[in-house]
C-alpha cells in the first residue's frame, strides 16, 4: 500500500496531557499538510512543509501545536496540555506539487477525543 | 482570501439518477484550481476532480463532472447513474495559489442516495 497513512486511528486522552500524531506521506511527495476536521465541517488548514521546511502556520495552530517534518519524510504533530476544543479528525495531506493541480492524497486521519 | 460556499446541507437522490452539488467560490486571483473531495463515513477524503482556472473544457472523470461557470464562479459537481456507495458527504475546495498548494474547503454538502 502506498497511500499516505497515519498513526494512531484513534487517541482518547484527558484534558492537559500531550498527543503525538504520525503522518507517512506517499514516498515520493514534497508536499505535506496539516488539517483539522470537526464535526460536520470541512477540513481547516493548519500547516505545510516543502520537503523538511514548514513554510506555513495557520492561526488555528496555537503554541500548544508544534509539527515536525524531520528529513522530509514522515511527520509528527504534538498538541501539548489539550484541550476538550482540541476534540476534532486531524488529516494528513501530500502531494508532489507539480504545475497547478497539486493534488492532495490524504490519509485516513487521527480521531482525537479529549475527555 | 479565498472561500467556498457550500449552501446544501443535505441532499436526497434516487439511484440511478444524477444529483448536482452546488459550489461556489470567491477569489480574486486569475489562476486558481477547484476540487471535489467525496468523505465516507469512514472518514478518509477521496478525490474525485480538478478543475483548473484556465482550463476550458468541463472536468470529467467517469461519472463525475464538473460544470465550471466561471463568471458565475460557481464549480458544481454533477454525480450521474448514482450509486448506493455515493452516499457520503461531499466538499468543495479551491486551490490557494500563494505558493503553498493548501486547500481551502467548503462546509460540505451530506448525499444520500434512496435505493
Known amino acids: 500500500d502506498t497511500g499516505v497513512s497515519q498513526d494512531p486511528r484513534h487517541k482518547i486522552t484527558k484534558r492537559g496531557q500531550n498527543v503525538t500524531f504520525r503522518c507517512d506521506p506517499i514516498s515520493e511527495h514534497n508536499r505535506l499538510y496539516w488539517y483539522r476536521q470537526t464535526l460536520g465541517q470541512g477540513p481547516e488548514f493548519l500547516t505545510y512543509f516543502q520537503n523538511e521546511a514548514q513554510l506555513e502556520k495557520s492561526r488555528l495552530l496555537s503554541d500548544r501545536f508544534s509539527a515536525e517534518r524531520p528529513k522530509g519524510s514522515f511527520s509528527t504533530l504534538e498538541i501539548q496540555r489539550t484541550e476538550q476544543g482540541d476534540s476534532a479528525m486531524y488529516l494528513c495531506a501530500s502531494s508532489w506539487g507539480q504545475g497547478l493541480s497539486y493534488e492532495q492524497y490524504f490519509g485516513p486521519g487521527t480521531r482525537l477525543t479529549v475527555t | 482570501a479565498q472561500k467556498i460556499t457550500q449552501t446544501q446541507p443535505g441532499m436526497f437522490v434516487q439511484e440511478k439518477e444524477a444529483v448536482t452539488l452546488d459550489c461556489t467560490y470567491d477569489t480574486s486571483d486569475q489562476s486558481y484550481g477547484l476540487f471535489w473531495y467525496k468523505q465516507p463515513s469512514s472518514g478518509e477524503m477521496i478525490f474525485l476532480i480538478y478543475?483548473?482556472?484556465?482550463?476550458?473544457q468541463n472536468a470529467t472523470e467517469g461519472r463525475y463532472s464538473l460544470n465550471f461557470q466561471k463568471a458565475r464562479k460557481s464549480a458544481n459537481l454533477v454525480i450521474s447513474a448514482s450509486q448506493l456507495g455515493d452516499s457520503a458527504m461531499y466538499f468543495c475546495?479551491?486551490?490557494?495559489?500563494?505558493?503553498?498548494?493548501?486547500?481551502?474547503f467548503g462546509q460540505g454538502t451530506t448525499l444520500q442516495v434512496k435505493p
Open positions: 475546495a479551491i486551490f490557494d495559489p500563494g505558493n503553498t498548494g493548501k486547500l481551502i
Open positions: 478543475q483548473g482556472s484556465y482550463d476550458e
